[in-house]
Structures are given as structure tokens and as C-alpha cells.
């Protein structure tokens, strides 16, 4: 319920309080697996909702991540390994760090194949790749990232299949980024409008945000002037979302 709340864009302000209550009762309960998963929703949660000044809380809950992901990997928990890298990557690209975000990905791509299956959430895993596979394409020109993006593509369009509501934006992000890669500036401004559209309609809004500053990215490269509109219509949703440090 808590990780569904999370990707679904529930407000983390709401969400923090819940995960606070929710957590205590687990350790009162002795439900220690749900608690560990709990915990890594509750240091993301912490680092969006922190203000920008408060970076000594930052710094404590990312040093708190990294104690816990240590003790997984001592104990060969692969399944957990994997969930603090999912939903670290996410903190990672939303907060600008995208070769932190990558080299986790690639991390837990490894111990993926020590599973039975892996843990997708709905699509959200792939997507923040696909995000963050682009992110590290526009930035250093480097084409080996094109493959990884075109598998996270492909990946998507079966989610789209499955399950359009949550994944329909999703899909249409990737390629508009995929698009603005190539210089196919006409089909990825169409396509960045296609998603922004979408994440409003379906009610993601953190993921309305994302594709408003990618959006304003892509136009600020190309000297569009519209890119302070969606800059300004992404500031004003992680606001609302609770994302107080991303804004």
C-alpha cells in the first residue's frame, strides 16, 4: 500500500505521515521484512519533503541509505538490494544526479540475475531507467546508452499493453526524450505534450512534473522561449506534490 501510494504521486507530506505511523507499528508487530522495505521509502520520502536548507537532514538520511544497503549486501539479500537501488535511482534522477542514478541501475541490473524474477512496480523500475539511460546520452554524447534506452522502450510499450492508465505517459516521456536525442525536434515536442497531457489526466503528478521539466529542457536546447512555462509549470506541481528540495 505504501510503495502503490508512492508511485501513484500520492502528496509525500500525507505519505510521511503514514510511513512514520505505519513503520512504528511494524517494528511494535515484529514485521521486520515490510519495515526494511518501508524504511527505504521513508530516507526518499525524507529527502523530497526536506527543504533545501536542511541539508544536514539530507545528509543523514542518504548516510542512513547507504548503513542499510551495506548490511543487505552482507547478508545476500538480493531482493532488498535491489529495491534500495530501485527506489535510489529515483531519488538520484529526480534530484539531478544522473550518473549516481546509472551507476545504481547498473548495480542492480547485476544482482537482478541472481533472481527469479525481477521487481518491476508497475513500470516505474524501467521507466526511471529509461529516464536516467537518456539523461546520461544527452549528457556525454556516449552512444552506448542508445541500446540500453531502446530496451527500456520496448519494456514500456508491453506495460502500455498491460496496463495503459499507469504507463500510457510513461512510454510517451521516453520517447519524447528518445526523439529529442535524435533531433527529431518536431515528434518530441508532440510527444512531450502527449505525456504532459496524459500524467495530468491519469493524476501522477509527480510524474506530470517530470515531463514539464524535461519538456523545458528540451526547449531551452532548442532557444524556445517556452521553456520557462514549463519550468514554471514543474515548480509549481513538485510543489504540490510535497517535493520541497526539488523545487
Not at 2 to 18: M, Q
Not at 70 to 93: L, M, P, R, S
Not at 145 to 170: P, Q
Request: charged content about 25%; hydrophobic content about 40%; aromatic content about 10%.
Amino acid at each position: 500500500y505504501l510503495i502503490t501510494s508512492f508511485t501513484s504521486g500520492r502528496c509525500l507530506v500525507e505519505l510521511g505521515r503514514e510511513l512514520d505511523l505505519f513503520g512504528k507499528q511494524m517494528i511494535e508487530y515484529n514485521q521486520l521484512v515490510p519495515s526494511k522495505m518501508t524504511l527505504v521509502i521513508r530516507h526518499l520520502v525524507s529527502n523530497l519533503v526536506s527543504s533545501k536548507d536542511s541539508l544536514s537532514l539530507i545528509t543523514d538520511q542518504r548516510k542512513g541509505q547507504e548503513d542499510v544497503l551495506e548490511q543487505a549486501i552482507k547478508e545476500n539479500d538480493y531482493t532488498f538490494i535491489c529495491h534500495i537501488y530501485i527506489f535510489g535511482v529515483i531519488d538520484a534522477y529526480i534530484g539531478g544526479r544522473y550518473e549516481l542514478a546509472a551507476d545504481m541501475v547498473i548495480k542492480r541490473k547485476e544482482v537482478e540475475k541472481k533472481l527469479s524474477c525481477r521487481l518491476l512496480y508497475y513500470g516505474l523500475t524501467d521507466f526511471f531507467d529509461g529516464l536516467t539511460f537518456l539523461a546520461m546520452a544527452h549528457k556525454t554524447n556516449d552512444a552506448k546508452w542508445g541500446s540500453f534506452v531502446s530496451k527500456a522502450i520496448e519494456t514500456m510499450k508491453g506495460f502500455v499493453r498491460n496496463g495503459s492508465v499507469n504507463c500510457d505517459h510513461k512510454l510517451l516521456l521516453l520517447q519524447a526524450e528518445a526523439r529529442s536525442l535524435l533531433g527529431d525536434t518536431e515528434k518530441a515536442s508532440s510527444s512531450y505534450e502527449l505525456a504532459i497531457v496524459a500524467a495530468e489526466k491519469h493524476g501522477f503528478i509527480h510524474e506530470h512534473a517530470i515531463a514539464n521539466e524535461r519538456a523545458g529542457d528540451f526547449f531551452l536546447r532548442n532557444g524556445d522561449p517556452r521553456a520557462s512555462i514549463y519550468y514554471g509549470t514543474a515548480h509549481a506541481l513538485y510543489l504540490k506534490w510535497g517535493a520541497q528540495s526539488k523545487a
